[in-house]
């Protein structure tokens, strides 16, 4: 049923049990940037169990957006990821998520720098389920909230609001106060530059100095001075009222193992309010009365020169995007984790549906209220839907992670969508020419991406990660790339038993790596009678009592129904001793027609050698 304005809603999601023939997939990433040598695995188990997880739930006959929340969830409960619980906190010492979810007709639920809430990823597909109900007086419901009101939104569907000090992990608080010290050692740097004598920053003309200075400073820059705060106090939130619930945390010592963060030991409490109160006074956090973290107040200062700000800020900023080398290179660094962005999923159902995800704690020291691409549809995630009358069936979905900001002014989600659902890269002269799927996306990243003016022009670096599903009748293609030093990605079909992972690392910072796979659809010559071979199936599926239940082709092992305990009879798994049976004896049927038919051949060419002879 086509979704419509004048007509009635499409229905929420779609779920039967699978199929013969059907097949299903699940593409997990745990982000884009520099994954240390030494955390490795405990990164790909991580994306290993989210794929697992979700492949549970879609060999049940759940649908896809189902299995997209449920590996989410998963990433959002490790301690290792930069998503949910042991996020990077803001520069108030709190954490605020962003995440969102796209089901398979395109339509969204999302959340954007929302606090005390576990599961981001959760409350976004709420609203997605929210946002496709009528409201009274004819309202349009919301498919994204921000800040307290999506803290407050949750908390009326019953959703724990935890306190804010639950989601801080030991690491994410080392972490920000390293980065505190960081930056008030960048600001101190600052000062220090801003109070040389005027005439050792402003050489030359006199009348272009003049006329530099009559212009104000942070115009030049494309900012209004007026407008740029002092650095705010930097608060740790203490315990708030609210629903706890039974929430699972997670820890260092996960089943997933225990990751290693020297800037943040996990071997030591965290440090207490008078520890931290009595660190050097010229570098770090001090506590105040009332037991609140400042970083002592510093004016802002009038720049002469965009330069000089520059020089004195960008080397020392506490997430500057260092693109950290391994040991193939010199200069590679081996110890940290210098992931700052987004972990994603990917989802196809037995129906053929897709649907995709986002969640991300952001970047350390953000500001607060900063609303990243994870919360943003066409920026960290987008879903181009199945048309009616596409004959290939062809839906794609993409996830991103990397610079944030960049990722905005490139919409590149949705501008790499494009670029695999029509085949096409960015011809040299503008314009757009023909090409395959994989160059599709490399391409983007080297041309839309990297060439954007906004890109190249930004004293950021331009990093990014893309994960390119592409749904055809034929089958499911995967595509992933990025030019950052690694990227962790794992996916699982429903004929394998295991996931696949892989840590993608480049042989250089700012290179392009690509790779792929495929997961072809293998008709059954079995389908019930009156209905097509075809993946994703007809409008019309089969009736319940003429299902054919799927099975791995090739794995399947015959189980014989008599003689086992009952406890082996009543299975809580998709197939039951019935299902065995039926397909032994449709298997057995096969073996005596193609037996039969060759004893008829062979019959035939005796009688046509015996009447050659005669």
Not at 178 to 199: F, G, H, I, S, Y
Not at 585 to 597: L, S
Request: aromatic share 4%; hydrophobic share 35%; charged share 20%.
């Amino acid at each position: 049923m086509n979704d419509s304005a004048d007509g009635p809603a499409a229905p929420l999601h779609t779920r039967r049990r699978r199929l013969g023939g059907d097949i299903c997939a699940i593409f997990v990433h745990a982000g884009a940037g520099y994954h240390s040598l030494q955390n490795e695995q405990i990164h790909l188990q991580a994306c290993e169990h989210a794929a697992k997880a979700a492949m549970n739930v879609l060999n049940e006959g759940g649908a896809a957006v189902d299995a997209v929340e449920v590996a989410i969830r998963v990433l959002e409960d490790k301690e290792i990821t930069n998503a949910g619980f042991g996020s990077n906190l803001s520069m108030d010492g709190t954490v605020e998520c962003d995440a969102t979810i796209i089901d398979h007709y395109g339509r969204s639920g999302a959340v954007g720098a929302v606090g005390q809430v576990q599961h981001p990823i959760h409350l976004a597909r709420l609203i997605l389920d929210y946002s496709t109900k009528p409201l009274s007086l004819r309202r349009v419901p919301p498919n994204l909230l921000a800040g307290p009101g999506a803290t407050t939104f949750a908390a009326s569907l019953q959703v724990p609001v935890v306190p804010p000090n639950q989601l801080v992990s030991h690491a994410a608080r080392d972490r920000w106060i390293k980065w505190a010290r960081d930056l008030k050692a960048a600001e101190n740097k600052l000062l220090e530059v801003v109070q040389e004598p005027a005439n050792s920053e402003l050489r030359g003309d006199p009348e272009e100095n003049n006329d530099h200075a009559a212009t104000p400073p942070m115009k030049r820059m494309g900012m209004d001075a007026s407008s740029t705060p002092s650095p705010p106090h930097i608060k740790w939130a203490g315990q708030r009222s609210g629903n706890d619930g039974e929430l699972g945390r997670k820890h260092g010592n996960d089943d997933a193992g225990t990751f290693v963060d020297n800037n943040a030991p996990m071997n030591r409490p965290i440090p207490s309010d008078s520890q931290v109160a009595h660190a050097p006074p010229q570098s770090s956090p001090r506590l105040e009365d009332g037991g609140i973290f400042t970083l002592a107040a510093i004016p802002t200062p009038v720049l002469k020169n965009a330069d000089v700000l520059q020089k004195a800020i960008l080397p020392q900023s506490p997430v500057s995007s260092n693109m950290h080398q391994d040991d193939q290179s010199p200069n590679r660094v081996s110890l940290i984790d210098d992931i700052t962005d987004t972990v994603g999923a990917i989802a196809v159902d037995c129906l053929g549906n897709i649907a995709a995800g986002s969640s991300s704690g952001g970047i350390g020291m953000k500001h607060k209220g900063r609303i990243g691409p994870a919360a943003l549809v066409g920026i960290g995630t987008a879903v181009i839907p199945m048309d009616a009358d596409d004959a290939e069936k062809t839906s794609v979905a993409t996830v991103t992670s990397g610079t944030g900001e960049h990722m905005a002014t490139t919409m590149a989600a949705s501008a790499c969508a494009n670029r695999l659902y029509n085949g096409t890269k960015k011809r040299e002269g503008g314009g757009s020419e023909s090409t395959d799927d994989s160059e599709a996306v490399k391409s983007f990243i080297e041309h839309d991406f990297m060439g954007h003016p906004s890109v190249k022009n930004s004293y950021s670096a331009g990093g990014i990660g893309i994960l390119g599903v592409k749904k055809t009748s034929d089958g499911v293609r995967f595509y992933f790339a990025h030019n950052t030093d690694s990227f962790a990605i794992a996916s699982m079909s429903s004929e394998e038993h295991k996931p696949r992972s892989v840590m993608s690392r480049g042989p250089e910072s700012g290179k392009i790596t690509t790779g792929a796979r495929s997961i072809k659809y293998h008709r059954v010559a079995s389908w019930p009678p009156g209905h097509h071979s075809t993946w994703p199936p007809n409008a019309d599926p089969p009736s319940p009592s003429t299902e054919q239940p799927a099975k791995r082709q090739k794995r399947m092992r015959v189980v014989p129904t008599s003689g086992l305990p009952p406890s082996d009879h009543d299975s809580d798994g998709p197939f039951s001793n019935d299902d065995y049976k039926a397909a032994y004896e449709d298997k057995m049927r096969e073996v005596h027609e193609t037996k039969q038919a060759l004893a008829d051949k062979m019959a035939r060419l005796r009688a046509q050698s015996e009447s050659r002879d005669a």
